[in-house]
């Protein structure tokens, strides 16, 4: 039998139906908020940054507006040193204390100090003797009782010896009186009110020809002998007379008898500051007044000498007078001379003053720096102290003169 052809299976035919593509909406994108910059933070900062800005601004146009007018003279310090030379101000040839170019400007030879240009050393010039320097005597007389004894007695001979010396007194020579022990009497019952008895009678100045007798016709012999309070009293009488030509002449016939010191207080009168010599006439006076005398007179810087008549008294006081016009001569030259020295000094002295302030005063005109300035400052300092200084020290250098000059004289 024949195969039975059995026919191919064939597969239902499904119909084709067209996919549509399906297309899904794409999500809304998100759009971020933008920032806000003006939220209340950012507006501070940019306020302070505007402000800080202006300034900075301010500044810069202030400084290159002030830098562009300033000249190199007036750069600042650090920039302006760089510039000038102030080593000018450290010459100074002469060591006078001023600068060789301010010499130089005002017209002072700056190779001579103006010291020693000014500086007088003797008195040939006549121009330095018209100094009215004032001579100073205090005569101290003993009142005491035995300046009553003699015929005639002591105290008539003193007097008498007194109104001599008085009438050949210069005009220069200005004279008081003080007496002691003229109170009480010389008895022991007497002796405190009598060693307590000092009295200025005729205040210096007072004592002239036309005066003294009436003066001393005042005196009497009575009592005891308290010289060292004459000497110590006697300081109130020179108050005024410091750096004058000061001495007091004691008279007397005895040494001390009241215990007041008379040798410590000599000493004390010629170390004060009135610088009173203190000479001594023993007039009739034994070995032991001797001793105590002369040492009166070492202490108080002055001479002892003796005396036993009128004759011998006369040639005393005009020894001392002799001594006193010698005195007087040169301290009236050494003061005249010192005066001269300080108005020619303090004349230099200003002039270089007076060129420093002026040069100072241009630093407002902007002429010099302020490194000028200050050098000026620094030396205007250093004159004024040297000017003081240096006038001192000439004054002192006369009273010293003055002071070796009495030791000398005997």
């Not at 004592?207 to 002998?225: A, E, I, Q, R």
């Not at 002799?322 to 002295?349: H, I, M, P």
């Not at 270089?352 to 030396?379: A, G, P």
């Amino acid at each position: 039998m024949d195969p039975q052809i059995t026919p191919p299976i064939t597969a239902p035919v499904t119909p084709v139906v067209p996919i549509t593509p399906q297309i899904n909406p794409s999500p809304i994108p998100v759009v971020e908020k933008a920032p806000n910059f003006f939220n209340k933070r950012n507006i501070i900062i940019g306020v302070i940054a505007i402000i800080f800005l202006i300034l900075v601004t301010s500044v810069f146009y202030i400084l290159r507006s002030r830098f562009s007018r300033m000249s190199l003279n007036n750069l600042p310090p650090l920039i302006g040193a760089l510039k000038e030379d102030l080593s000018k101000y450290d010459t100074d040839t002469d060591s006078d204390g001023y600068p060789d170019f301010i010499e130089t400007e005002i017209g002072i030879n700056p190779s001579v100090s103006e010291y020693n240009t000014c500086k007088k050393s003797d008195c040939a010039d006549s121009t330095l003797q018209q100094t009215n320097t004032k001579h100073n005597v205090l005569i101290i007389l003993d009142s005491s009782g035995s300046m009553g004894t003699g015929n005639p007695n002591r105290m008539e001979i003193a007097k008498q010896a007194i109104k001599n010396y008085i009438s050949r007194s210069s005009e220069n020579t200005q004279i008081g009186l003080m007496i002691y022990g003229h109170k009480g009497s010389n008895s022991q019952s007497d002796k405190v009110v009598s060693c307590g008895s000092v009295e200025v009678i005729s205040p210096i100045g007072q004592l002239v020809s036309s005066t003294v007798d009436g003066f001393l016709s005042l005196v009497k012999p009575v009592g005891w002998t308290p010289m060292g309070l004459a000497i110590e009293q006697a300081t109130q009488v020179f108050v005024g007379k410091e750096g004058q030509n000061n001495e007091i002449i004691l008279l007397t016939d005895g040494e001390e008898t009241c215990d007041t010191n008379p040798v410590q207080k000599a000493l004390a009168l010629k170390s004060s500051q009135y610088n009173v010599k203190v000479n001594v006439i023993g007039f009739a006076v034994d070995a032991n007044a001797q001793s105590q005398l002369n040492q009166i007179s070492t202490s108080g810087g002055g001479t002892f000498t003796t005396a036993n008549n009128l004759t011998e008294l006369d040639q005393r006081f005009n020894d001392l007078y002799e001594n006193g016009l010698k005195l007087l001569s040169d301290l009236k030259c050494n003061s005249a001379s010192v005066d001269a020295f300080r108005t020619c000094y303090n004349s230099t002295f200003q002039k270089v003053m007076d060129w420093v302030q002026k040069r100072k005063l241009s630093l407002y005109d902007k002429k010099i720096s302020q490194n000028e300035y200050n050098k000026l400052e620094d030396l205007s300092t250093k004159l004024y102290a040297q000017q003081k200084e240096v006038t001192t020290k000439a004054t002192q250098d006369v009273i010293d003169q003055f002071k070796a000059k009495q030791n000398t004289i005997k």
